[in-house]
């Protein structure tokens, strides 16, 4: 019965293994090859203590497209990830750390339907070891329908192995911008909101919200013993301003504050049967941490963008 589950379970993820970043990479005329951003939030108290920790974290993403012909790209890339806060009130604070590969494949079906297709890969620990617990594999899948020049909807489904169980995540886009590119809108939900308008052609300002959800293996667990792993939930809403300071280069501020946000710790054993956003299903674990409180980030990115079409200076989307 085992191996019929584990079979099962391989099956639904690779009906999944498809697109990360890729399903923005290709909704604009332009492609973010490299982004950097440093985050920090304020010190944040653990709920009922007066103990208090910052999270800072650092990540750097690639996107490298090969193109293949008029039709086929293929698209790859990697990810390198930072995060440092107190995971227990009495603990010092620890590292966790997640490196990924992305490979995959955009096809244009059709004048108006093209699809990508991308197999992502993840180590995630607090540590160097690589092993097959620290190991993730997942991926997602982005079917884009162009309406018109100026906007495009997106239909896909996220898949990942996380530490706590699958995670599927049904996805439903939307991009627009006017024909001056003044104001733009992109939408992945429930992964992203972001509506920013043109101050001027180097200049935009933008609202936006995001949200991801993420594993990482703790080798031990101080207070508890044994080994576990981190369940990370980041919400946030945010403002933003970004200039396009060259051609290719672009710097962004962002200061925002969380709607939902939790580090929370659990044995290894202890798996919900299947993670759903809003709605998982047989969540019955034992957390073995305390939540902190939400509170204010600030992060600065840096974008090397690659333009499409010629033209002065990108005024596509700058988030």
Sequence with gaps: MKHVLATIRSLILLTGILSSNACQLWAQDYIDLVRMSYGATTLTPFEGSSTRTRIVDFVVDTNIPVVINRRVTLLTGFTYEQVQTKLFQDVREQTLRSAGAKLGINIKHSEKWTGTYMLLTRVATDGYKVTSRNLQIGGLMILKHQVTEHTNYKFGLFVNDELFGVWIVPIVGLYHHNPDRRLELNILFPLLFDINYRLSNRVRAGIMYSGLRRSYQLSSLPAAGGSGYVDRAVNEMAVYLSLQATRNL????????????????????????????????????????TDFAGGWQGQLQLIYRLPIKSRPFDRGKLQ
């Design 250 to 289: 672009v710097a962004q501020a962002r200061i925002g504050h969380t709607l939902g946000r939790h580090y929370r710790v659990f044995n290894n054993q202890d798996k919900m049967k299947l993670g759903l956003p809003l709605a998982p299903i047989g969540d019955e674990r034992s957390q073995l941490n």
